[in-house]
T-cell receptor
Framework: DSGVTQTPKHLITATGQRVTLRCSPR?????VYWYQQSLDQGLQFLIQYYNGEERAKGNILERFSAQQFPDLHSELNLSSLELGDSALYFC?????????????FGPGTRLTVL | AQTVTQSQPEMSVQEAETVTLSCTYDTSESNYYLFWYKQPPSRQMILVIR??????QNATENRFSVNFQKAAKSFSLKISDSQLGDTAMYFCACLTQGGSEKLVFGKGTKLTVNP
């Protein structure tokens, strides 16, 4: 158990809908990262937050957004869902922002868009 | 931009034997870390081992060790005394300092340990 929690574990929804994925980092970690794992794209970085502020953006679609709250949990919002958004979404956390540090992953949320 | 290449899509090994998974990377940064993550059928991403680029000594964690060849930009993982529980996808990843601290992953190697 990495100490990173994600809910829900599974999510099944229809095209055009909106969903919210939730992540709680390890105790003491200030950075949260979101990754998408799909069969065709592999594991890709979406976005990073540090202590409530957006720190970096990767290959995140405009239909996707995220935030980190004062208690450091984070939410990833996916809207106008398409079939191609079906994937495993991971949250990871680490202590630092600017320093290189190990990222610990949550169990993931499997999103299925029908 | 960083790239990570794992040239072996699938490998298999007999229980108790040793196997080596290959990884090459490319980055222009001087300060970076390299990682191996394991993803068993449960899909959880589990850290196996990490290597700081500034350290010459190869990292080891119990049965897992790496062969880090900085000049060749190579970072292979050796698993000794393979166990059935080692069956998983193994991902090599690179993390650099400066800008985004994002992990860049290879496409993975599917390892099967046979009894």
């Amino acid at each position: 158990d990495s100490g990173v929690t994600q809910t829900p574990k599974h999510l099944i929804t229809a095209t055009g809908q909106r969903v919210t994925l939730r992540c709680s980092p390890r105790s003491g970690d200030l950075s949260v990262y979101w990754y998408q794992q799909s069969l065709d794209q592999g594991l890709q970085f979406l976005i990073q937050y540090y202590n409530g502020e957006e720190r970096a953006k990767g290959n995140i679609l405009e239909r996707f957004s995220a935030q980190q709250f004062p208690d450091l949990h984070s939410e990833l919002n996916l809207s106008s869902l398409e079939l191609g958004d079906s994937a495993l979404y991971f949250c990871a956390s680490s202590v630092a922002s600017r320093a290189v540090d190990t990222q610990y992953f949550g169990p993931g949320t499997r999103l299925t868009v029908l | 931009a960083q790239t990570v290449t794992q040239s072996q899509p699938e490998m298999s090994v007999q229980e108790a034997e040793t196997v080596t998974l290959s990884c090459t990377y490319d980055t222009s940064e001087s300060n970076y870390y390299l990682f191996w993550y394991k993803q068993p059928p449960s899909r959880q991403m589990i850290l196996v081992i990490r290597q700081e680029a500034y350290k010459q000594q190869n990292a080891t964690e119990n049965r897992f060790s790496v062969n880090f060849q900085k000049a060749a930009k190579s970072f292979s993982l050796k698993i000794s005394d393979s166990q059935l529980g080692d069956t998983a996808m193994y991902f090599c990843a690179c993390l650099t300092q400066g800008g985004s601290e994002k992990l860049v992953f290879g496409k993975g190697t599917k390892l099967t340990v046979n009894p």
